[in-house]
């Protein structure tokens, strides 16, 4: 079944796209939970975090590499930033393809709950 990630990164979902490349896609939350909140998704289908695999890898860096850019581009890189995956129902996944939230902009709290 098609996500409605898939949709977005398609263009068939329209979306604030914050950055692009062969194989990411990021844009803004439609429900920040934060002052600067984007998701950093994967081109490639992966439902979750747990069903990354080695050849994953250079994937995985290459997220972490975006991520770092973005927060220098959204202004949070001195003040701090988190960048959450959520794994699973427990966890609060909702789209079961893979995704990171980059949060920032303003105090976050302390870790779960
Ligand atoms: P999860 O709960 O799976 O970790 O994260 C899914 C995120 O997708 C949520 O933060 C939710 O607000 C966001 N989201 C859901 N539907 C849409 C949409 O249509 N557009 C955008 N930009 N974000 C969405």
Redesign the pocket.
């Known amino acids: 079944m098609t996500t409605?990630?898939e949709r977005?990164i398609q263009g068939e979902?329209p979306?604030?796209k914050v950055f692009e490349n062969e194989n990411i896609f990021a844009?803004?939350?439609?429900?920040?939970?934060a002052p600067v909140?984007i998701?950093i998704v994967p081109k490639k289908v992966i439902p979750d975090l747990q069903s990354v695999n080695l050849e994953d890898l250079a994937l995985m860096g290459e997220i972490v590499q975006v991520a770092q850019r973005l927060a220098r581009e959204f202004d949070i890189e001195e003040d701090g930033y988190r960048l959450?995956?959520?794994n699973g129902p427990f966890?609060?996944?909702?789209?079961?393809h893979l995704?990171f939230?980059l949060l920032g902009g303003a105090p976050l709290g302390r870790m779960a709950g």
Do not use: R, S, V
């Open positions: 409605l990630f977005i979902i979306c604030e844009f803004k939350d439609i429900a920040p939970k909140h998701l959450i995956c959520n966890a609060g996944q909702t789209i079961y995704h939230h």
